[in-house]
């Protein structure tokens, strides 16, 4: 079955601190990866995307993602964290064979200490 | 990238009362998706909206409690039926823009049943 898992709920961290969210599908053929980010009272933006080519994808606001096919990961990083990040993360795997559509993690809260 | 409007934003409805949502795109496109965010929860896909064609639900969701139309190639509603407290949450919609091949979502309908 098409699952996307988020382990981690909440995450805390220090403003100026790096950051790292997991992200595991399980998906039959080669997906296509995003990771979205939802502020509070806010829709969804996307941050980035991975298809295919380079395994390591640079988004917006500082954010990177890496593809690892081996691990059936794609875990979101940035080097340094604003106050700013703190948001819920959704990581989505969309479907490449059959009807197109997204199937979403459970989210990670993240909080940024001051 | 397209740009998605809902109308209301947000609404507090009683049980056993019907709520129709609609999205409006500033551009054509194909597809038309519906999702539901409980509280606290991550995004649930309930149908794919195509234009001239029934809709496609997912597992767990009926067209008798949640009807959608798509009219046109720029918009589509999505009625939430027979209201219960357990139908609230956030109604979103969001469009594929395969051009991007990826989805945009618009800023989403928070409902509440009382």
């Known amino acids: 079955a098409q699952s996307v898992t988020q382990p981690d709920i909440h995450i805390t961290v220090s403003e100026g601190a790096s950051l790292e969210l997991r992200c595991n599908y399980s998906y039959g053929a080669t997906p296509y990866l995003f990771w979205y980010v939802q502020s509070p009272g806010q829709g969804l933006q996307l941050l980035l995307k991975y298809f295919s080519g380079d395994t390591l994808v640079q988004g917006i606001k500082g954010f990177e993602a890496e593809f690892k096919r081996s691990q059936s990961s794609f875990n979101l990083r940035k080097p340094s964290v604003h106050w700013s990040d703190a948001a819920e993360y959704f990581c989505a795997v969309g479907t490449t064979s059959g009807t197109y559509k997204y199937i979403f993690g459970t989210g990670t809260r993240l909080k940024v200490l001051a | 990238s397209a740009v998605i409007s809902q109308k209301?934003?947000?609404?507090?409805?009683?049980?056993?009362?019907?709520?129709?949502?609609?999205?409006?795109?500033?551009?054509?496109?194909?597809?038309?998706?519906?999702?539901?965010?409980?509280?606290?929860?991550?995004?649930?896909?309930?149908?794919?909206?195509?234009?001239?064609?029934?809709?496609?639900?997912?597992?767990?969701?009926?067209?008798?409690?949640?009807?959608?139309?798509?009219?046109?190639?720029?918009?589509?509603?999505?009625?939430?039926?027979?209201?219960?407290?357990?139908?609230?949450?956030?109604?979103?919609?969001?469009?594929?823009?395969?051009?991007?091949?990826?989805?945009?979502?618009?800023?989403?309908?928070?409902?509440?049943?009382?």
């Open chain 2, 8 to 114: 209301p934003s947000r609404d507090i409805c009683q049980r056993g009362t019907s709520l129709t949502i609609q999205c409006q795109v500033d551009s054509q496109v194909t597809m038309m998706f519906w999702y539901r965010q409980q509280p606290g929860q991550s995004l649930t896909l309930i149908a794919t909206a195509n234009q001239g064609s029934e809709a496609t639900y997912e597992s767990g969701f009926v067209i008798d409690k949640f009807p959608i139309s798509r009219p046109n190639l720029t918009f589509s509603t999505l009625t939430v039926s027979n209201m219960s407290p357990e139908d609230s949450s956030i109604y979103l919609c969001s469009v594929d823009e395969r051009a991007y091949n990826e989805q945009f979502f618009g800023p989403g309908t928070r409902l509440t049943v009382l």
